[in-house]
């Protein structure tokens, strides 16, 4: 049974920095493409981004690039979202999730995905 466990979130100043941490179980995650979404209030869940399986290639939202930094461990089965300068239109939802494809550079397809972490940028 796939299972994610986010952890990591919380409440940063505007500028901050933030490590997101989704520990899974029930799969290797070294065979698997995984990554990162995210949902605000109101708005639809955005792909922040994804890891490869084969090859470690990471991808990225435009609205984060520079900024985010994915990556992950597989003899721990865990995935990491580093997160620098961060604005307060990240605030959101984030979740880890299995699956990604990238579609006219959104990414997109993600499967399953785990109860999420609340990140709140505020002053």
């Not at 065979?31 to 708005?43: E, M, N, S, T």
């Not at 639809?44 to 930094?69: L, M, P």
Request: net charge neutral; proline share 3%; glycine share 12%.
């Amino acid at each position: 049974q796939v299972q994610l466990v986010e952890s990591g979130g919380g409440l940063v100043q505007p500028g901050g920095s933030l490590r997101l941490s989704c520990a899974a179980s029930g799969f290797p995650l070294a065979y698997y493409v995984i990554g990162w979404l995210r949902q605000a209030p109101g708005k639809e869940r955005e792909g922040v981004s994804c890891i490869s399986a084969s090859d470690d290639r990471s991808y990225y939202a435009d609205s984060v690039k520079g900024r985010f930094t994915i990556s992950r461990d597989n003899v721990k089965n865990t995935v990491y979202l580093q997160m620098n300068s961060l604005k307060p239109e990240d605030t959101a939802v984030y979740y880890c999730a299995t699956g990604c494809t990238v579609v006219a550079g959104s990414l997109v397809g993600f499967t399953s995905w785990g109860q999420g972490t609340q990140v709140t940028v505020s002053s």
